[in-house]
């Protein structure tokens, strides 16, 4: 099945400093690439989405310039955190489909990362 | 606006069945997951409907009628390990993931 590889599992970073976060496809062509946000006992919540090659999309709410994402190439997409403070921290996730903007149910839907716990002291 | 429903927790006991009921209200409609969502990790995908009717999967199964906008998750023979969260989703006419805030299941031995 679709493997996407998010890296890193958990990071501390110290406020002020800035943390990017990998997604990977793994076995196929990530045309439109989701960043979310999940805090404590909460749903995910969406920040942006990217199709390879152009820019993002962010949710409403969501700063651009604080919260960078590139989706240079069909397998590698980044959520860069700039100038983290505490109440970044949170759970990334990031989610995959092959369609562009669309899931592809035989490839198990949505297909998430296995997400990046982000503590900023 | 659009709007997705289901219950903030639920309990139920090892061997028995559950089922998680989910209502939605989205411009459109182009089908409905549901995930497993284990504490700290990420959501994995049990089901997918566009039609009505029952999709069967092992000890899951998932149901969808569109006319009353309303899915549920069936789940039996309830091992402790299904204790989790369970998200509802649904795609709307703009193929926009709208996402239910999740369902926290209880197992009890």
């Known amino acids: 099945g679709a493997v996407v590889s998010q890296h890193p599992s958990w990071v501390i970073c110290k406020s002020g400093t800035s943390v990017k976060i990998e997604c990977r496809s793994l076995d196929f062509q990530a045309t439109t690439m989701f960043w979310y946000r999940q805090f404590p006992k909460q749903s995910l919540m969406l920040m942006a989405t990217s199709n390879e090659g152009s820019k993002a999309t962010y949710e409403q709410g969501v700063e651009k310039d604080k919260f960078l994402i590139n989706h240079a190439s069909l397998t590698l997409s980044t959520l860069t955190v700039t100038s983290a403070h505490p109440e970044d921290s949170s759970f990334y996730i990031c989610?995959?489909?092959?369609?562009?903007?669309?899931?592809?149910?035989?490839?198990?839907?949505?297909?998430f990362g296995s997400g990046t716990r982000l503590t900023v002291v | 606006g659009q709007n997705i429903d289901q219950p903030t927790e639920m309990t139920a006991t090892e061997g028995a069945i559950v089922q998680i009921n989910c209502t939605y209200q989205t411009s459109g409609f182009n089908g409905l997951f549901w995930y497993q969502q284990h504490a700290g990790e990420a959501p994995t995908f049990l089901s997918y409907?566009?039609l009505d009717g029952l999709e069967e999967k092992g000890r899951f199964s998932s149901f969808l009628s569109r006319s009353k906008g309303y899915s549920y998750l069936l789940l039996k023979e309830l091992q402790m390990k299904d204790s989790a969260s369970y998200l509802c989703a649904v795609t709307d006419s703009n193929y926009q993931l709208i996402w239910g805030a999740g369902t926290k299941l209880i197992i009890k031995p």
């Open positions: 989610s995959a489909t092959i369609i562009a903007g669309q899931a592809s149910p035989e490839l198990g839907g949505y297909t």
């Open positions: 409907n566009v």
